[in-house]
């Protein structure tokens, strides 16, 4: 009677029919291509000539590999931590609002977007022009509000040996030494009347203890004025940056008042060459490079983050609500501040998310292909470089070496093995 | 009772006061959030000479800027045809993944079979495995057999890679079907592939909606897998906007309408279910 198992249920035989098509696929583009890649990878470009581990060895010590591998490291430290930490403040700040799935809809939206189209979007914000770039005409409108810093794009002096002052390297320079007690005229042109009518007239510095001069525009509509004097109809230049240079060394710098009139109070002998560097001359803020070498990858990064956000927020929010209340209210009640049941009850108990949520990230970074691709103009691609993308271009965009592309992937295969490990473990967990 | 009103008194004030600063907070964030998506959105509706001149936000000042101009050439220049074809790859990559996942998943969950256990543990170990493994192997493969270029080599490409995913996501909702309603279907003597169609799968539909739309999304917005097998007759959209990136600040009135046609139907998709996404999600975060 007792059988040791009663089943009742088809022959294993029915499983594998069941499993044949999955089984098949698989095999053949999963399993099949890791042995495959790992035979590859230790062949030359050809693929003929057994190369044993140069392949690997090219990795670290090719310089621009070596890029890659630092912008990988960067994104795998900078990118998890941030969309995490953000999930978690969006997930318990929006708890206390009433139109918290509407805000979720909407930092969840991007996962919808393809990475492709992502890219499309912050090529946008990104552009360096202010009149174009979302993100450059914030920071110079923000910039132009604090600072008050005009910029005078196109005044210069003139051009010929009675001008007082000259071009050097973008600034503006006097040709002979001034000394305090005589005013200094630093005339300029290059803005026509028009452009400067609503301007102060320009004045002389009033006379007095130290260092001092007027910056103006020159020129007078219709023609006529005295070139190198103020004339009444001459209008001043306002907050244009003037240094007192000796020798190499910048002494002081002050700004020009709505007249163009400067003084420098401390200057009260000596004598110096006046400088007004190029930053009066550019447009008064030109916005950040962000689509340059320096600021790619963080740009990209910022990118990244708006695509991965919302996922964060939604998985922690879930396991927010798992939450017992009862925990955070008798918290409360025993008198913690907010920021104490936080730190203290919210955080520990989530943690099992946060970290999954991790874990997701990371996996997810160490493949970032789209972005980088997208985002970074051709000329700047190789600082902006990332293992997934070198892989791609070193065996199809190009770079037509197969052995090499082959030890690449080998090499992010075992970059996520310690994350199948993990997730062998948590499900291993999970059904016990 | 007075006790209790003298506690939450401040704290209430405190939130009221705090609240008004985290709305406006929060309201900012969903307006950084916004405003990229938007922007590309008026891109796409401006002339090129506007887009060239002004920024895209000056449109409010001036709201006879739009017009659709940018889509009709868009449409024109054959754009339409890489439409099709982003179709004709993804519809049929997520059927087979649905169809072929829910077989395993139903013999994982509910056939007993020697090596089961460990089977299953490899599906889990796949889930992680970065597609970059199978590019240069599965080319070399797809030559051989003559289907590179091809859309069904993107096609199975696809659906291979959104398996282990598929797999996982199912049998962890069919084994948490009741025990007593195969059973009985088996006391009657009812064929396993009877049992599997018509009481497993039906009710496992809300597992296969989020599994249906994760797989429609990544093939549908997938790169990568196109860039390498897909040729230019065949490329879906997502190639066919790549090729115009090189010349970015020129072919912005391509881009922007070709990116933003790309991004609507997943966009209606994911608002129309996004329950089933959010559930998918929370079934099968890690890969």
Do not use: C
């Amino acid at each position: 009677m007792a059988a040791p198992r009663a089943r009742l249920g088809p022959s294993p035989a029915m499983a594998w029919v069941f499993l044949a098509p999955a089984v098949l696929l698989l095999a053949a583009w999963m399993v099949y291509p890791i042995v495959y890649s790992i035979s590859r990878s230790v062949h030359d470009a050809s693929g003929n000539a057994f190369v044993g581990l140069a392949n690997y060895g090219a990795i670290f010590s090719d310089p621009a590999t070596l890029v890659t591998i630092r912008n990988n490291i960067i994104w795998v430290v900078v990118a998890p931590l941030v969309v995490t930490v953000l999930g978690l403040i969006f997930a318990v700040l929006t708890e206390r609002i009433r139109w918290a799935t509407a805000f979720k809809l909407v930092l969840f939206m991007p996962m919808a977007v393809s990475l492709l189209a992502a890219g499309v979007i912050f090529r946008l914000v990104y552009e360096q022009d202010p009149d174009k770039g979302v993100a450059n005409a914030i920071i110079t409108t923000v910039q132009g509000v604090f600072s008050g810093d005009q910029g005078y794009p196109g005044a210069r002096p003139r051009e010929n040996d009675a001008a007082p002052a000259a071009l050097r390297e973008g600034a503006v320079v006097t040709k002979q030494q001034v000394q305090p007690g005589t005013p200094a005229l630093i005339p300029l042109v290059g803005l026509s009347p028009d452009a400067v009518a609503g301007f102060t007239a320009a004045r002389p510095a009033a006379a007095g203890p130290g260092l001092s001069g007027t910056i103006w525009i020159d020129t007078v509509r219709g023609g006529g004025g005295t070139v190198g004097a103020i004339d009444p109809q001459e209008r001043g230049l306002a907050g244009v940056t003037v240094e007192a240079v000796e020798g190499d060394t910048v002494r002081a710098a002050t700004r020009t008042e709505a007249d163009g009139s400067f003084r420098f109070d401390e200057l009260t002998s000596g004598s110096y060459l006046l400088r007004l560097p190029q930053s009066n001359f550019t447009a008064s803020s030109t916005g950040v490079t962000w689509l340059g070498p320096a600021l790619i990858t963080p740009a990209i990064i910022g990118a990244y983050v708006w695509v991965w956000a919302g996922f964060a927020m939604v998985l922690i929010a879930a396991g927010l609500s798992a939450i017992p209340r009862d925990a955070l209210e008798a918290a409360r009640i025993d008198g913690a501040t907010e920021w104490q049941v936080f730190r203290k009850i919210t955080v520990p108990l989530l943690s099992p998310v946060l970290l999954v949520v991790f874990v997701t990230m990371i996996i997810n970074v160490l493949k970032v292909f789209d972005l980088v691709f997208i985002i970074a103009p051709g000329s700047v691609q190789p600082d902006a470089n990332v293992v997934a993308l070198e892989m791609w271009r070193v065996s199809f965009g190009g770079g037509g070496n197969q052995g090499m592309g082959s030890a690449l992937a080998i090499f992010l295969l075992l970059l996520v093995l310690p994350f199948m490990a993990f997730n062998i473990r948590r499900f291993r967990r999970d059904e016990r | 009772m007075s006790d209790a009103t003298f506690q939450r008194g401040p704290a209430r004030l405190i939130d009221r006061f705090g609240g008004g600063v985290l709305q406006v907070l929060l309201i900012l964030v969903a307006i950084f959030w916004l405003v990229p998506t938007l922007g590309l959105l008026v891109v796409s509706l401006r002339a090129e000479a506007d887009n060239n001149s002004s920024g895209w936000w000056t449109l409010f000042a001036k709201p006879a800027q739009l017009t659709l101009e940018n889509y009709g050439n868009l449409l024109a220049s054959g754009f339409s045809s890489s439409f099709w074809n982003t179709v004709l790859i993804t519809v049929p990559a997520t059927l087979l993944v649905i169809g072929i996942a829910a077989m395993a998943a139903y013999a994982f969950a509910w056939i007993e079979f020697p090596g089961r256990d460990a089977l299953f543990l490899v599906v889990i170990a796949l889930l992680v495995v970065p597609v970059q493994i199978a590019l240069i192997p599965i080319a070399k493969l797809y030559g051989a057999v003559g289907i590179f270029g091809s859309i069904a080599g993107v096609v199975l490409f696809h659906v291979a890679f959104g398996l282990p995913f598929a797999i996982f996501l199912l049998r962890n909702f069919f084994a948490g079907i009741p025990r007593e309603l195969l059973e009985a279907s088996r006391m009657d003597g009812a064929p396993e592939w009877r049992i599997f169609a018509t009481v497993v799968f039906p009710l496992a539909k809300p597992a296969i909606a989020s599994l249906g739309i994760f797989q429609f999304l990544w093939v549908w917005n997938d790169l990568l897998v196109a860039l390498v097998y897909a040729d230019t007759e065949n490329q879906p959209m997502t190639k066919a906007l790549q090729s115009q990136m090189r010349q970015f600040g020129t072919n912005i009135d391509i881009l922007a309408p070709g990116a933003f046609l790309s991004l609507i139907i997943p966009l209606v998709l994911f608002f129309a279910f996004q329950r089933y996404f959010v559930q998918g999600l929370l079934a099968g975060s890690g890969k």
